[in-house]
Each structure stands twice: as structure tokens, then as C-alpha cells.
């Protein structure tokens, strides 16, 4: 299925957005410091309730800036969804404002309006390990807004223990019971809530690989801009955590709206276990998910393409409802002073088309993030890792007689490899609260087609957050 875009007119480089961007930016090189940097994406069960420094509203706002362009590369021919040969440099700008209330004892409410404008090299298509966290589905070339995320978290001690948290964006200060029961309901990012990843998970500071921040086969309920509406259910105890939730996939696969009344829903079970091997800090994450939804099969859509010697361009009339499952696992160990890796591992059945995260069936990453007091930089931070996607047996056949998925589809496939993708990024202050980071990606068989690349992408982020 193509992506859709909001406008089909020609991309130019962004303007107004870009404008309101560089003016928080200049205000984040002159600020002084207000709280601590915290991840814009939400820490699993991260409330606060009351304590010495306990807020009862906070605001907090950053703004993000990503420049990519790739080299030439070897492209004998292109297809539907192809990464194209030679294109001009694309950039996405998004501008977020977090807004946090306490309601009672132990409830929260949090909104977030954002303004998005840009476009994700090639339209966000041609790679299956996509090369920007930041470039969603819908690309535009004028400023609009949205509210990605409106929720509500409720947590009820479960224990007499309790720790100070900062204030920070979608985090009140205060304290959060040690011990606890937590409720998170409405609409947020599958993604804020499980498969979290402190050196690879956060595409505004760290690596920008969706197989690298994300598990790349863990189809996650989305609409195009990567959020849903639902609920999770997190106990807390000790060193383990345990969460569960229901997420409303999108009406049809890609789709920009969701499935208010949860016809097409995804259930999702976590368990996390931290712990402290040689002094240094570590933790690993187990998710299974099982999508209920409606979506056509690859045997399908190879049976009708031998019927008719056609691969249908249209799969919905050969969409019913089905089942798709999976599992991910990652895991995150600080090894030396200043020094922390992760692997992650993730796979789902591949029987059925991509729903709404990618093209994957399976997905394997592993990296470092160093900081850089080793050589007497300690603001600076350096990120190397490494991907592979593969694809099931199915799939594979899918595209090579000619299918086209949500992000990959050459038109055909006769050579087939893994998608290999190696990261690294050096992201360095401007000041208190500005960061600039330089990124590298060479993805090799991109979109699992040893015909085309290897490509070379080039990518400088800019980014401010108070």
C-alpha cells in the first residue's frame, strides 16, 4: 500500500515551522536551567504524586530539525515504493508543547499539541529499516498541527516507599511510590510505554534507524503518525515490572484514522526485569503482541496473482479478519563508565501483510552509546549500531512477484538478502538545553534487494528542549 501524504504538491524546504523552530532553539542557547533533560517520550509508570519539589502543572516545549540526503547508488530499475537513485535533501521539522495537570491524588493529565511540516526521504519509502524516527508517513509542505497524545495516569501505591522524579516533559515533580499499581489511558505512542530502551529509543537524541530505536518486527498499533488510543495497566514491584495493554490498530493498514471502536485492536504483555551486574546498572524487556484486525495474507495475494498473472495493486478485497502475533525482546547493560549496550531482537509470524509499523519479519540490532568524558568531552555522546531485517518465506514470495508494502516493493525481488543498516551519530551541546548531532547510515539491500545500493545517508539533527 502507498503512503498517503496530506499534499501532493512539490516539496520545498520548510519555512515558518523552521522559523519557530530556530527561535526556541536560540531561546534554549540562553535559558537558564530549569530541570533536568528528560526523554520526550514517557518513562513506563513515570508519575510523580507529592514530595518537597511536587508540581501541580508544568509546561515544557522542544522543537527538532532533520536533514537527510543520500548518495547516488546502483538502481538498474525502480518500482511503486523504491528509494530513488538520486534525490534532493528532505527535512522534517516538529515543534511539541507538553502540558501537564494534577487532578487528585495519584492522577495526572497530559496533552500535547504539536505542528508538524516535511517530508522523510523518498516520501518515507525504499527502506524497511526506514532511515528517520523523526519522518512519519505523512509528509506536507506546509505547517500543520495535531495532538498526538492526550492521556490521563492514575497510580495507587502498593507500598509505603517512594522516590523523587524530576520535572520534565509528560512528568510532573514530586514523588512516585516505589511499589505501584499505574493506569494510563487515552491516546499516546505504543512505543512511550513498552519496548523502552534508554541508549536506543529516542530518535530526538539518539539513533534515527526505525529497526534500531524500535523493534523493526514489532507491528505495533499506530496511525500513520505512529499513536493510538487505549489503556495500559502497569504493576511495579522492586525490580520488576509487568504491563499490559489494548491499543485500537488503524482502519486499514496505514491508515491516518484509528479504529475508535476497537474492531481492530492489539493486545500487548511485557515483562522487565532490572538489575545490577558488577555495580553497573542493566535491565531486559520480554513483549509478546497479538494483533486482531482485517488483513490479507500473502498466500492469498500469491494465489490470485497465479490466477491471474497479475499481482493485485489493492489487497483490500482480499482483506478478512486474521490474527498476526509476535514477540520482542531487548535488553540494556552499562559496561563501563560512561559506556552502555543494547541488542534487541524482534519477530512476528509473516503470514499476513504489514500492518502499521513496516516491512519486517524479523529484525535483530545491537549497539554502543559512549559518552565522551573519554576524551575529555563528557557532554558529548557517540552512538554506533548495527541492523538486520529479514523477511518471512512468504513475504519474500510476495515481493518478488511484484507486491507492494507499506514501505518497500521494487516491483519485483529476484535477488534476495537481509537489510543490513549500520548507524553511528556524535551529538554535541550548543548550550544548556541545544544539541546538534551528525549521522551516518549505510544501508546495504535496501529493501531486501541485493540489486539495488548499498546507500549512503547523511543526516544533521537539531534539537532544543526546556
Not at 305 to 324: C, E
Request: charged share 20%; net charge neutral.
Amino acid at each position: 500500500m502507498m503512503i498517503k501524504h496530506l499534499s501532493n504538491t512539490t516539496p520545498r524546504r520548510v519555512g515558518v515551522l523552521a522559523w519557530l523552530a530556530s527561535a526556541l532553539l536560540g531561546i534554549g542557547l540562553t535559558m537558564p536551567v530549569r530541570a533536568q533533560r528528560q526523554d520526550a517520550n514517557l518513562a513506563p509508570a513515570a508519575l510523580a504524586t507529592e514530595g518537597a519539589n511536587r508540581e501541580d502543572w508544568n509546561w515544557h516545549v522542544q522543537a527538532t530539525n532533520t536533514t537527510q540526503r543520500h548518495g547516488g547508488f546502483n538502481s538498474p530499475y525502480v518500482g511503486p515504493n523504491s528509494l530513488p537513485p538520486h534525490e534532493s535533501a528532505k527535512e522534517t521539522v516538529d515543534v511539541t508543547l507538553f502540558l501537564g495537570l494534577r487532578l487528585w491524588k495519584g492522577g495526572e493529565f497530559y496533552v500535547n499539541p504539536e505542528f508538524d511540516q516535511g517530508y522523510g526521504l523518498a516520501g518515507t519509502l525504499g527502506v524497511a529499516g526506514f532511515t528517520s524516527g523523526d519522518a512519519y508517513k505523512v509528509g506536507h509542505d506546509s505547517v500543520y498541527g495535531r495532538l498526538p497524545r492526550a492521556f490521563l495516569r492514575q497510580t495507587i501505591a502498593l507500598g509505603d516507599g517512594a522516590s523523587e522524579v524530576e520535572s520534565g516533559a509528560n512528568q510532573l515533580a514530586g514523588t512516585r511510590p516505589d511499589d505501584r499499581l499505574t493506569l494510563t489511558l487515552g491516546k499516546i505512542s505504543v512505543v512511550d510505554l513498552f519496548d523502552s530502551n534508554r541508549y536506543a529509543h529516542d530518535p530526538r537524541a539518539d539513533f534515527l534507524s526505525w529497526s534500531i530505536i524500535d523493534g523493526g518486527a514489532f507491528d505495533y498499533a499506530a496511525d500513520s503518525w505512529g499513536f493510538s488510543s487505549g489503556a495500559t495497566v502497569e504493576w511495579v514491584r522492586g525490580d520488576w515490572s509487568l504491563r499490559g495493554g489494548i491499543y485500537a490498530m488503524s482502519k486499514m493498514p496505514n491508515g491516518e484514522t484509528l479504529d475508535g471502536k476497537f474492531g481492530q485492536r492489539q493486545w500487548l504483555i511485557e515483562a522487565e526485569r532490572r538489575y545490577s551486574w558488577m555495580g553497573r546498572s542493566g535491565a531486559v524487556r520480554l513483549l509478546g503482541f497479538a494483533t486482531e484486525a482485517r488483513m490479507a495474507s500473502y498466500a492469498d495475494a500469491l494465489s490470485q496473482a497465479q490466477a491471474t498473472g497479475q499481482m493485485p495493486t489493492d489487497l483490500a478485497p482480499l482483506r478478512s479478519f486474521r490474527r498476526k502475533h509476535g514477540l520482542a525482546f531487548n535488553a540494556e547493560q552499562e559496561v563501563a563508565e560512561g559506556i552502555g549496550a543494547f541488542v534487541r531482537y524482534s519477530w512476528n509470524d509473516g503470514r499476513t501483510e504489514a500492518f502499521d509499523f513496516t516491512d519486517i519479519n524479523r529484525s535483530i540490532a545491537a549497539g554502543l552509546q559512549v559518552q565522551g568524558g573519554l576524551w575529555q568531552q563528557p557532554e558529548h555522546t557517540l552512538g554506533v549500531a548495527l541492523a538486520s531485517n529479514s523477511l518471512s518465506s512468504p513475504a519474500r514470495q510476495f515481493f518478488a512477484a511484484g507486491g507492494v508494502g507499506l514501505l518497500v516493493g521494487d516491483g519485483r525481488l529476484p535477488h534476495y538478502a537481509n537489510e543490513q543498516i549500520l548507524e553511528a551519530y556524535y551529538r554535541v551541546p550548543l548550550g544548556r538545553f541545544v544539541s546538534v548531532t551528525g549521522d551516518y547510515q549505510h544501508v546495504r539491500n535496501p529493501a531486501y534487494n541485493t540489486d539495488r545500493g548499498p546507500v549512503s545517508v547523511f543526516a544533521l539533527r537539531l534539537h532544543a528542549e526546556y
